[in-house]
């Protein structure tokens, strides 16, 4: 593509808004900025779109996304037929992603396929939810998830209500692909598709509908019935969608001591009062510690903007603060779980999980006769699992998880859920104050009787171009290394999920395992300009003593990333 070409096009043709043009002119003179706007068109992955918000083709704007969908339309009659189909869309509370919503909305108005909306923002296990409830053929959400501000995006779903598979993600961007002309794109006004109902604002109903579904979950009803009420939680939506369902599920299953921090329920698209937007970073809790301090809170919770991840603050018996990271969280959901099945789990039982995520899990539910499958990193992967088995009754799901905050218990939707996480948290909480003890010592508990486990995520961010073939080079050097020349002299195993192994789609990504069974794994983010490592290792002796082998892990592997 010639970015130059291209910025000229976007300049000149009536079919831009003069927004976008005004945009434009603003960076004429800066070639590097043109080059990195116009160099390619913003690539539609394997869940949808995600960058920058701003003019240019390899952004996020309203032309991008009706692009996006027109060729989401092409696929959609070519593989259901032109008659009945619907879709139903959500969106955040990001800088346009209300427009966004509508732009899609349009498009497929346009093409013949009817639109539900909501008239707001809605969480993403909501939309997950919703597909499946209102039997719709696929579904839309616009949202970043924890990315920075400047960022928006757009995910796709099947009618499983989970995030499309590789085959049908390939499909939809040939169709993409093969628009050249964005100003063949026509639509109408929002107020003409609402007349002609081929776009419908949905009521209350499926609202209600998601709430009980969660509710549903609940594992052990006497717990939440004698302790909920003791439970002081302090929430923070960090300005997105979480507020109303996971206030309302919390208030309806009877945790009535929640404080909410109020600066942080403003849906400010700016996210003001942090700087990332992300549960897993420890300074967006600011806010909630202070209020925590004042009521005395036994936990402190927070959803990223769309609430599809749960970050965990809770107490040590000094009183301390603590950090609970997602492979921690989870270990404890499948404990407490198995624990209060009460030795009712069916033999065919399994829990999932990705191959970037903690053993420690897997060895928890090994104990309970329960299997644990591996699938690659992506909750779809978890989602295409939980199909298979709700149409063969191979296997009884009983939750998947990853290690990135994502946890879904229940079958309620086909992506990761934080309105339900939220509530088995604030359950497991409640049964450790029936107990005297906090979640915290209820981990360190998990460690004496399944081992200690150590894990740790290292994100390198290299933005434009010249991170894309960064990235690219640091994989072929380690794929391409031998190994006992780069540092791992203790190897016992590497896994690389390029060539399709594990019975897994090819994949992106290589595993070092070592034979005191630590490992790490590396691989390109599929949706943000940065490469990501991840760490694990095991000890039967003492936390100390995992933690030595983590940090000799990391220390040697950021040697050789810094060398290349």
């Not at 509370?93 to 427009?99: A, D, L, P, T, V």
């Not at 630590?518 to 390109?524: E, F, G, K």
């Not at 943000?528 to 095991?538: D, L």
């Amino acid at each position: 593509m010639c970015y130059k070409k291209e910025y000229s096009k976007w300049l000149l043709s009536e079919y831009f808004d003069s927004e976008t043009k005004e945009e434009l002119i603003s960076i004429k003179d800066d070639e590097n900025e043109i080059e990195e706007r116009f160099y390619k068109n913003l690539e539609f992955g394997t869940g949808g779109l995600r960058g920058k918000i701003g003019a240019g083709t390899n952004r996020v704007n309203k032309y991008t996304i009706r692009r996006a969908t027109a060729g989401l339309c092409e696929y959609i009659k070519k593989s259901f037929g032109k008659e009945n189909n619907r879709i139903v869309i959500a969106h955040d509370n990001r800088y346009k992603s209300r427009e966004f919503c509508i732009e899609t909305a349009k498009v497929m108005a346009e093409n013949g396929i009817k639109s539900y909306i909501f008239d707001d923002l809605r969480s993403t296990p909501e939309l997950s939810f919703a597909v499946r409830y209102l039997k719709c053929t696929m579904g839309v959400v616009i949202t970043a998830s924890h990315n920075p501000k400047e960022y928006n995006g757009y995910k796709v779903y099947d009618s499983n209500g989970g995030q499309i598979c590789i085959e049908v993600a390939d499909n939809i961007i040939a169709e993409i692909n093969s628009i050249k002309d964005y100003s063949a794109i026509k639509v109408k006004s929002y107020d003409e598709y609402l007349k002609l109902n081929m776009i419908e604002v949905l009521d209350n109903s499926v609202d209600d509908a998601f709430i009980d579904a969660v509710k549903e979950q609940i594992v052990n009803e006497d717990i939440v019935c004698k302790y909920a009420k003791d439970l002081k939680i302090v929430y923070t939506p960090i300005h997105g969608t979480g507020l109303m369902p996971i206030s309302r599920v919390l208030n309806e299953c009877g945790f009535k001591n929640l404080s909410i921090v109020e600066e942080q329920t403003i849906h400010d698209p700016m996210f003001s009062t942090v700087k990332y937007p992300n549960p897993e970073e420890i300074s967006v809790f600011d806010m909630a510690k202070k209020l925590s301090d004042k009521v005395g809170a036994d936990i402190i919770m927070g959803t990223d903007p769309d609430c599809d991840r749960v970050g965990l603050i809770v107490k040590n018996k000094k009183g301390e603060y603590k950090v609970l990271n997602g492979n921690q969280i989870g270990s404890l959901m499948v404990r407490y779980i198995l624990e209060n099945m009460n030795g009712n789990i069916p033999s065919n039982s399994v829990i999932i999980k990705t191959i970037v995520t903690s053993e420690l899990g897997a060895e928890i539910a090994s104990k309970y006769g329960v299997e644990t499958i591996n699938t690659l990193t992506g909750f779809k992967f978890i989602g295409e699992k939980i199909n298979e088995f709700e149409k063969t009754n191979e296997k009884h799901f009983i939750m998947g998880y990853e290690d990135s905050y994502g946890y879904l218990i229940g079958t309620h939707a086909r992506d990761k859920d934080r309105v339900v996480s939220a509530l088995i948290i604030c359950e497991i909480a409640a049964y450790c104050k029936s107990k005297g003890i906090s979640i915290y010592e209820y981990m360190y508990d998990t460690y004496e009787k399944y081992g200690y486990y150590s894990d740790k995520l290292k994100s390198i961010v290299i933005e434009g171009k010249k991170g894309v073939e960064k990235i690219s080079e640091i994989m072929t050097y380690l794929r391409n290394s031998d190994p006992n020349e780069i540092g791992f002299n203790d190897l016992l195993e590497i896994k690389d999920y390029k060539n399709g192994i594990d019975g897994l789609p090819k994949s992106n990504v290589l595993k070092f395992i070592m034979k005191d069974k630590s490992w790490l794994a590396i691989r390109p983010s599929g949706t943000e300009p940065k490469i990501k490592i991840y760490f694990g290792a095991k000890s039967d002796d003492s936390i100390e003593d995992s933690d030595r082998k983590l940090n000799s892990m990391y220390e040697n592997i950021m040697n050789i990333i810094e060398s290349i």
